[in-house]
């Protein structure tokens, strides 16, 4: 049983920063797969970023070049968020793929206005 918590989100002007936490209840494995994913309302919930314990990273094209994940210690991942834009408003959730389970946190909403 893992618990997942996000925070950072807000409400922000587009081109500016933001960055988000995700505190996992235990420490991160090698063999764990972390991830960031968001959801908007009437749309399928989309691959944001994802990162192993290595340093690995994959980044959807939409954030690439404005995104970066990263491992700040044993039990946290961050997603820094640079020059958002309107489209990159949704929920957005922690997601940890530990062998054959995966565990979700709630979300931490983020609002980029015009």
């Known amino acids: 049983q893992v618990q997942l918590v996000e925070s950072g989100g807000g409400l922000v002007q587009a081109g500016a920063s933001l960055r988000l936490s995700c505190a996992a209840s235990?420490?991160?494995?090698?063999?764990?797969?972390m991830g960031w994913y968001r959801q908007t309302p009437g749309k399928q919930r989309e691959l944001v970023a994802t990162?192993?314990?290595?340093?690995?990273t994959n980044y959807a094209d939409s954030v690439k070049g404005r995104f970066t994940i990263s491992k700040d210690n044993g039990n946290t991942v961050a997603l820094q968020m640079n020059s958002l834009k309107p489209e990159d408003t949704a929920v957005y959730y922690c997601?940890?793929?530990?062998?054959?389970?995966?565990?979700w946190g709630k979300g931490t909403l983020v609002t980029v206005s015009s």
């Open positions: 997601n940890m793929h530990s062998f054959r389970m995966d565990y």
């Open positions: 235990r420490i991160i494995f090698s063999s764990d797969l």
């Open positions: 990162i192993t314990r290595d340093g690995s």
